[in-house]
């Protein structure tokens, strides 16, 4: 009879997931699992009324679930007859039940198929109730069951009883055993299908991992086995593989008093486990004859502790220790729960009686950590780029709010808060209008309806002028029709903002609209004006506002003022206060912006408008025409921007914007009047030279005139010219005609031979406008007479705009035309057959090229 040892007749291990686990800790486990079967099998040899604890249950449990580390997954009673489970307490039958529900949810996990945790009672954070394909089953009343036909079907007993006939398989192939497990848990014959469902969902993956797994720690503990018994040195001097004469002196110690002293050459303190294997029902297989270590034993709890730990390294060493013959720890092993083992247990004969102590392999873990002498820093400059990233990427994919999600705006309620000037009154306040301004209408020309609020305007001028200048009265400088100061041009201050910004310790420098520390947390004062000037320029884009726009002189007195800029230290700062240089370019292109939507609607008056406004806009678009280092052909303009020929070529945008802006503001002969008025000689001249730079001179500008774009911008430099030729004075268009340096006939002549003469009949149609606004540019110039004296005759020189010619065919020129010189040219033009057909054209370029004798 084999001793009472305590030890539980539990089945074999839980399976594992080896793939998680590094080398070591899978060699680890592998022994682990192998003792737990050694365990099992050692058990099921004893009589079946015997107590004590199982070995660790599936492979282990986390160690927070400790109270069902040590319980068995079936119990051979249970496999025998699962009607047996009504017999056992309830409370083992719960703690069964969990610890297997528990298993079952880990497995699932770790294949990235979280079960249900109403299912399991395990909250699950990354379960997904629409995309999981356990949607399907209803949970029970109670955790670890589901709902079948109104019944609540345990998952632990169905588990039970079909891995105890030989699982899903051999279930399969018997016609009658669906039945008997229908019947067990009392389930009509209807419901059979969702069963062998639900089972294949959740039991059958459980299983096949099971099945496999059990095979591969068997094979695992026959290796270990013969490792182990290869390495230990036999009393007798053979080899303990050798075969012996009876099985007892197979069984180790705690065999009985029979066994002879020399039965076994392992030392006692080693696990020895028998070749010899006992099939149970159900197809599982489990070792006969283990014996198990106290040593190994809590080096295994000591592992279930700490498989949750990160560890920078594990290394697994062997410790010998000295132990003498006989001594306590060398008896054999008498489980704790058993405290009266029997007669029948005694310690046996000790294998050599020499006294010499021997060896006894013990495995220890010992973890080594290493620290970085340098810690690894990911951010650069106290700022983590990696979340920054993060939180750009998220912000690009949220999507912006409707302005219906704003409701009903009190037009009165944001004029009031923007009265007060509170800081979050006015935030709230200009947050508001920012996006009301970007409102579409039901048309495409129709927006926020500014015109409706007048006050709302009026309130944000107010804000502008308080914060820009402080009620500080405006004082422009006396206008001297001769002689003007310098115009500054965009390029001076873009070249003074870079070198500053350059310089060392360059934002330590406290400069003129720097943040003061006495605001707090408040915002700059030039980001709200900013601020401002970008609302009225997104209400301008909208065509039902630009008639009310257009007709608020008080709106451009106050864009055009803040634009200002004025010399200090031999250097230049915006004549606002709360400007930085930076700010002032950024506001000076925006009231551009406004300007070149709101130019054709603008009509500047003597009256209403102030002189000082009109020269601030010529300044203001001057400023982006006339640098010398940027008033060259359109060929050196694409060299100066550094882009390859062949590559996409356009002209400079804010060239291009001053130009429109120009050109649609001299449009109407008031307009120009007024210019003659407020902008000096000096300066339309030096306009005037920088525009007869920007046209096309070489063969590589021809070339690039021909694509569209550049077509527009030449156009609008002829344009530009025509209009200061009719705003000139008549000094200055004879100055025109007479500088040879400037070369202003040749140039506007060689663009007509190139674009009309030299090019194809099909190809003129599309220089037409072109050559049509040169020739009335040479004529103006070449009368050399003022254009707004109508004293002259009957019909007015005004009504003539870009018409201007003849006023009647009985008119007499006298003296030779500006193209007098270059008749065959002139000849060439006229025969064309466009300049035939067109007979104010054909009239001005043949008294161009009149000679008189």
């Not at 019947?183 to 294949?200: G, H, K, M, N, R």
């Not at 390495?231 to 705690?254: E, I, K, L, V, W």
Request: proline letters at 6%; one cysteine or more; hydrophobic letters at 35%.
């Amino acid at each position: 009879m084999l001793p009472q040892n305590g030890l539980s007749s539990s089945s074999s291990g839980f399976p594992f997931d080896a793939t998680l686990l590094d080398a070591a800790q899978a060699k680890q486990m592998a022994a682990l699992t192998a003792v737990g079967q050694a365990r099992t099998a050692q058990g099921n040899m004893r009589p079946s009324n015997g107590g004590g604890n199982s070995g660790s249950f599936l492979g282990g449990i986390p160690s927070g679930h400790n109270n069902y580390q040590n319980q068995p997954l079936l119990e051979r009673s249970m496999s025998q007859n699962p009607a047996a489970r009504l017999n056992q307490p309830s409370n083992a039958i719960k703690e069964k039940s969990h610890s297997f529900v528990l298993s079952l949810a880990t497995v699932f996990a770790k294949r990235n198929q979280p079960l249900p945790p109403a299912l399991t009672g395990i909250p699950t954070p990354s379960y997904d109730p629409i995309n999981s394909p356990f949607k399907d089953i209803e949970p029970g009343s109670e955790h670890g069951s589901f709902r079948l036909a109104g019944k609540d079907i345990n998952i632990y007993h169905l588990w039970t009883i079909i891995w105890h006939r030989g699982g899903m398989g051999n279930v399969s192939k018997d016609s009658n055993a669906w039945a008997a497990i229908l019947q067990a848990f009392d389930i009509p014959e209807t419901a059979l299908s969702s069963l062998v469902q639900i089972y294949s969902k959740i039991l059958l993956p459980f299983e096949s991992m099971y099945r496999q797994n059990l095979m591969e720690q068997q094979k695992k503990a026959q290796a270990m086995r013969q490792a182990v018994a290869s390495s230990a040195p036999s009393a007798s001097g053979q080899h303990p593989s050798a075969p012996t004469n009876s099985m007892p002196q197979q069984r180790g110690p705690g065999m009985g008093p029979s066994q002879p002293s020399s039965s076994s050459s392992v030392p006692q303190s080693s696990m020895q486990i028998n070749s010899s294997m006992l099939p149970i029902d159900g197809g599982s297989v489990i070792l006969d004859g283990p014996t198990l270590d106290q040593d190994l034993q809590g080096l295994k709890r000591k592992l279930e502790q700490e498989e949750e730990v990160k560890r920078t390294r594990q290394k697994t060493e062997t410790v010998d220790s000295v132990l003498p013959a006989g001594s306590a720890t060398d008896q054999a092993f008498v489980s704790p729960t058993n405290t009266n083992p029997g007669p029948t247990t005694q310690a046996p004969t000790p294998a050599t009686m020499t006294g010499h102590s021997r060896t006894r392999q013990e495995l220890s873990r010992r973890k080594i950590e290493y620290k970085p002498l340098v810690r690894d820093i990911e951010t650069y400059g106290g700022r983590d780029l990696k979340q920054v990233e993060v939180e750009l990427h998220s912000s690009n994919r949220r999507q912006l709010r409707e302005l219906n999600d704003w409701g009903t705006v009190d037009i009165d309620a944001l004029t009031l808060s923007i009265r007060s000037k509170l800081s979050t009154e006015l935030s709230y306040a200009l947050t508001t209008l920012t996006l009301l301004s970007t409102m579409k209408g039901q048309t495409s020309t129709s927006g926020f309806p500014i015109n409706n609020c007048p006050e709302l305007l009026e309130e944000v001028l107010d804000l502008v002028e308080d914060l820009a200048f402080n009620d500080v009265a405006d004082s422009p400088e006396p206008i001297d029709l001769r002689e003007d100061s310098h115009i500054i041009t965009n390029r001076e201050l873009v070249d003074i903002v870079y070198e500053l910004e350059t310089q060392p310790f360059a934002v330590l420098e406290r400069r003129q609209g720097a943040k003061h520390p006495d605001i707090g947390p408040r915002q700059r004062p030039a980001n709200l004006i900013l601020t401002v000037t970008n609302i009225i320029r997104n209400l301008s884009v909208f065509g039902d506002n630009l008639p009310f726009l257009a007709s608020q002189h008080r709106l451009f007195d106050v864009l055009l003022r803040i634009c200002g800029v004025s010399e200090k230290n031999s250097s230049y700062v915006s004549i606002s206060p709360v400007f930085s240089l930076t700010d002032c370019l950024a506001v000076r292109k925006d009231v551009l912006s406004t300007l070149s939507l709101l130019a054709p609607a603008i009509r500047f008056s003597e009256k209403t408008t102030s002189l000082s406004t009109v020269r601030r806009t010529f300044h203001l678009i001057a400023s982006y025409l006339v640098d010398p280092a940027e008033a060259v052909s359109p060929v050196a303009c694409v060299q100066l921007a550094g882009v390859p020929l062949g590559g996409s070529l356009k002209p400079p945008s804010l060239a291009d914007v001053a130009l429109e802006v120009f050109t649609r503001l001299a449009h109407s002969d008031g307009n120009r009047l007024i210019f003659s008025k407020a902008v000096s000689r000096s300066s339309l001249w030096c306009l005037f030279v920088s525009l007869v730079h920007r046209l096309p001179l070489q063969d590589l500008d021809f070339q690039l005139t021909m694509r569209e774009i550049w077509l527009s911008y030449v156009e609008k430099i002829v344009m530009a010219l025509y209009t200061l030729g009719f705003i000139f004075p008549p000094e200055l268009k004879s100055k025109a005609k007479a500088d040879r340096s400037l070369g202003f006939k040749n140039v506007m002549l060689r663009i007509i031979q190139k674009v009309f003469v030299q090019n194809s009949a099909d190809s003129r149609q599309f220089f037409t406008i072109i050559v049509r606004r040169i020739i009335e540019t040479l004529k103006i110039i070449d009368d050399a007479e003022d254009s707004f004296d109508n004293t002259k005759g009957v019909v007015s020189t005004l009504s003539f705009g870009m018409g201007y010619g003849e006023v009647g065919e009985s008119d007499f020129e006298r003296g030779t035309g500006l193209l007098g010189g270059y008749t065959d040219i002139g000849w060439d033009i006229l025969l064309c057959r466009e300049v035939q057909h067109d007979d104010v054209m054909f009239s001005e370029l043949e008294s161009l090229i009149r000679v008189e004798y």
